[in-house]
């Protein structure tokens, strides 16, 4: 995961602290500032900056394809044939 600051065309690497890398299909982010990515391991991760803070297991296999943030909450779908909606105020 790279995150892009356009005001200064600098880029960085995401830091996945504990969590072990994975790709990611798809990214959204909240009018706080959070970046939720869905990753290819079925979790959504949750970053604050360039560094992950969460995890969140919402879907049950294979990869979260589509992700969505609209008021306050967080709409995924992933390969589970399932669309999940999380609260991002309370998760």
Known sequence: MTFWDWQKPKKSKGL?????PTSFACCTSDDKGICYAGGANSFIYLWYG??????????????VGAIKWYNDKLYSGGKDGRIVITDTNTM
């Open 16 to 20: 996945f602290g504990k969590e072990p």
């Open 50 to 63: 360039n560094v992950i803070k969460s995890t969140l297991g919402v879907h049950g296999d294979g990869f």
